[in-house]
């Protein structure tokens, strides 16, 4: 029992109180480049890269330093960290795969059945107005007319609503789901281009909001009404985020 004690002893030598200390303050800093990388506004992709290498290093450090947990045969460390790298690499290509159909691909927003069926009654509407005699050139007139309201003087980024600038309004009510930038985030992507219903669409979407989602009526929880609502729709279409 000694002589194996003896043996473990030679071949694990005891950590010292200054190794801990500094293998603490290793430990520490990584810690606190990981939060400030995920206050830093990276990209999704990137940061969680980044979160997943710093992740290993401190587990690589407790497991090899701390707890003394090593392969007897290199061979057997190279398979396991062959093994971690293709763990790590089909992961952050499953996050690049999903980032990159969540980006690149046409999301209308909230495309529910509800939003489907709001769609096509739009639509319809559109259609019933032509009938009667109002064209295309009647709808324009009724956008334009809209627009001039919601968006002081024609102007979409000199809307109000609520009394304060349609941009101040939008980052501080919206962009905590759809992002500082409108890029998206638990809400859709709002940048014009992605934009391509019908504003009776959209504005109907701000002030009843959509059934299983987390868009909620702006109408019943902030009070917003159609010059409101039209005023976000015309700054979230025609102004560049």
Known sequence: MEHEATAHANEHPPTTIRQYVLIGAILTVLTLIELWLSYSGLPHGPLIAALL??????????????????????????????????????????????????????????????????HEAAAEAGGHGEGEGGGQSGGGEAAGGATTEGGDGGDPAAGMVQGIPVAE????????????????????ALTPERLTQPDEFYHDT???????????SWAATKGLNDADANALVQFLKHVER
């Open 53 to 118: 290498v710093f992740s290993a290093i401190k587990f690589a450090i407790v497991v090899a330093l701390f707890m003394h947990l090593r392969f007897d045969n290199r061979l057997f460390t190279r398979m396991f960290l062959f093994g971690l790298v293709l763990a790590g690499s089909l992961l952050l290509a499953l996050l690049g795969l999903f980032s990159d159909n969540h980006d690149s691909r046409t999301v209308e927003a909230y495309a529910t059945p509800g939003a489907v069926a709001a």
């Open 169 to 188: 309004f939008f980052q501080a009510n919206c962009a905590v789901c759809h992002g500082q930038n409108r890029e998206g985030l638990v809400g859709p």
């Open 206 to 216: 701000i002030l009843n909001g959509r059934p299983g989602t987390a868009m909620p």
